[in-house]
């Protein structure tokens, strides 16, 4: 056990010493190779030279500019490491061929691409999965319609892999419009999700057929990407797509709205905020922030139309975003307008009894003379709910200061009057 154990120790110091020794001569070689020096047989006739020569390669492959990037492939083709690579792939052992085809998406290099879809054939899944990842990070266009025909044809592949190698290898969205009419489910469902997620948007007139498709998962992606084509004509589409019977086609309308922001979307909004689902609602309530700037204008629709989860969904969108905070000090505002704004979006939110923040103003806002404003309006819009949470607040007040504003809050015939504090 002991010469096992020391015979093991010293040849792998000696396997380490021989790979840093490499690794040190290529790096001396690497400004001559850059130059357009081609390697020599003899260096290249040991396996660990090759292998060190190829790693270093495509590390420097990560971070190279323009420039640079020509001059390491030209290398690799001329010292036979791409060659070596595409045979294994073709007739190596099992872990030769995995390792190939992992190497050559790293060597990122076009001339690879025909063997890499080949390769997408083969029954053994885990080499398609890593043919995918190569040819994703390749990005050239020849692998476009074998990566969709894979598709078509009923190849097993991951949604993530197969969705990558599509954005990298397709120039145009277009093309995945003929795998809608496939049908597999999952085949419909990946064409249209690459055509949402799509950097560059589709036009309006390639989509606009397949709004009213029968399959949810491919109208909601549909409208999803009618969103992203910021195109006017789209917005009935989506307006529409608010009242789909389909819950998640619903949410990516109002997400695709979201983003658009046209004003003429605001009444499906409003009715969306009342939607029997959860997300629907919250999602229109994210809208309505971001479809208007006048948020005490929306709250007041939203109570006229007495439904009480989207107020209190809309109330909580604007307590999460900050917005009651930022008004408190236009109460002091010396233009009447910003005051009439401030009065009236505060007073909405009492009526619907959202308080709390207001309540929490008086007792912590840093200037004075916002809390003796805040502190003057609730006198006038004092109800018993208010009023009960004043005096439990009195209770446990963290100071004396904001104890004596939320007892003068309650004295209602009287004039606030509040002594600056240091």
């Known amino acids: ?16 010493r021989r790979l840093d020794q490499c690794r040190e001569y ?14 020599t047989a003899q260096e290249l006739q040991s396996a660990v030279a090759r292998e060190t020569l190829e790693a270093l390669l495509t590390r420097r492959l990560q971070n190279a500019d323009r420039e640079d990037l020509q001059k390491i492939f030209a290398i690799i083709e001329h010292t036979g490491l791409l060659d070596r690579r595409i045979r294994m792939l073709r007739s190596g052992s099992r872990y030769e061929r995995l390792r190939a085809a992992a190497v050559l998406g790293e060597f990122r290099s076009p001339t690879a691409v025909p063997v890499l879809t080949e390769t997408l054939d083969d029954p053994w899944e885990q080499l398609r999965r890593i043919a995918f990842r190569s040819l994703a990070m390749i990005g050239s266009p020849k692998a476009g319609p074998k990566v969709l025909s894979a598709l078509n044809e009923g190849i097993p592949v991951e949604s993530s892999i197969w969705l990558d190698a599509a954005a990298r290898c397709v120039s145009d969205p277009r093309e995945f419009l003929s795998l809608l009419e496939n049908n597999r489910g999952d085949v419909r469902a990946l064409a249209a999700r690459a055509i949402a997620e799509f950097p560059k948007p589709a036009t309006f007139e ?37 009242t789909d019977e389909t819950w998640f086609v619903r949410l990516r309308a109002l997400a695709a709205l979201t983003e658009y922001g046209p004003a003429g979307a605001l009444d499906a909004v409003l009715k969306a905020s009342g939607d029997k689902e959860f997300l629907v609602r919250q999602k229109a309530g994210a809208a309505l922030a971001r479809l208007t700037t006048h948020p005490a204008q929306i709250l007041g629709m939203l109570l006229e139309r007495k439904d009480r989860y989207a107020v209190e969904g809309y109330l909580a969108q604007l307590g999460r975003a900050g917005v009651f905070w ?9 233009e009447g307008r910003l005051r009439k704004q401030a009065e009236q979006l505060l007073g909405l ?7 709390t923040q207001v309540l929490h103003g008086v007792e912590v806002y840093p ?15 004092l109800t018993p709910a208010v009023q009960q949470e004043i005096e439990k607040r009195i209770v446990s007040a963290s100071s004396p200061r904001a104890r004596r504003i939320l007892r003068g809050i309650l004295q209602k015939p009287k004039f606030l009057v509040v002594r600056q504090s240091s």
């Open 326 to 334: 930022r008004t408190l000090p236009l109460l002091k505002a010396t």
């Open 206 to 242: 390639s989509l606009y057929p397949y709004v009213s498709h029968p399959d949810p998962e491919v109208r909601g992606r549909i409208l999803q990407a009618l969103g992203k084509t910021r195109d006017g004509r789209a917005v009935s589409s989506l307006v529409a797509g608010t």
């Open 26 to 39: 290529w790096l001396r070689r690497l400004p001559a190779l850059m130059a357009g020096t081609i390697p």
């Open 1 to 16: 056990m002991l010469l096992y154990v020391f015979g093991r120790r010293a040849w792998r110091s000696f396997a380490f």
């Open 349 to 355: 939110a009492i009526e619907a009894n959202f308080y």
């Open 367 to 381: 200037d004075w003379r916002v809390r003796v404003r805040l502190a003057r309006f609730l006198q006038h819009h």
